[in-house]
């Protein structure tokens, strides 16, 4: 077998980033482990939510499955058992990532907050770019990105730039396509939806 597993630590900020790569003939997985896991309220029902219903719906559903296959006999070339299992050890997998991130989960309600015109977590941030293109971003945990939704990891370049800057401020954001001035004009801590 051609599998194997690398194991990094990356000093990151204020944290050691645990990364291991898990190397196999087709492909490659990353999972990065952050000692404290910040994130707001809604991400936190996310992540619950979809352990509760692995736990509770797909993987008993898919049991009934795997048993009924493997009662049919020949093991060795029956779909249902060989897709079954292997679905399985998916879900397995997935229920044990969700449960390592929701123990180092760390709550952060934006909503409580006391309004601040400094950028912290949780912050809704508007800016202004080099060419005059007004952005709009929220910092949230790492499992509630969606860039997509302007929703941005507390770890990303962009938020590692706004990070404890203040409205008014002129921050250096380095981005793919070069280094670029951002001019901050709006800082609030209201509720996030991530749904």
Known sequence: MNDWVSYNWIFFGFYYIS???THTRSTQQ???????NYITPAGLKKLKD???????KERPDL????????????????GDYIYGKRRLREIDKRIRFLTQRLDAAVVVDPANRESSEQIFFGATVTYVNENGT???VSIVG??????SRGLISWISPL??????????DVVLHQSPSGTEELEITEVRYESISID
Request: aromatic share 10%; charged share 25%; hydrophobic share 40%.
């Open 159 to 168: 938020a590692k730039s706004l990070l404890k800057s203040k409205k008014g």
């Open 50 to 56: 979809e352990a509760l219903y692995l736990i509770d």
């Open 134 to 136: 007004e952005h709009t």
């Open 63 to 78: 049991v009934k499955v795997v048993s009924w296959a493997a009662s049919n006999g020949d093991r060795s070339e029956n």
């Open 19 to 21: 990364s291991f790569v």
């Open 30 to 36: 990353t999972f990065i482990f952050v000692s404290k």
């Open 142 to 147: 790492i499992d509630e990105a969606n860039v």
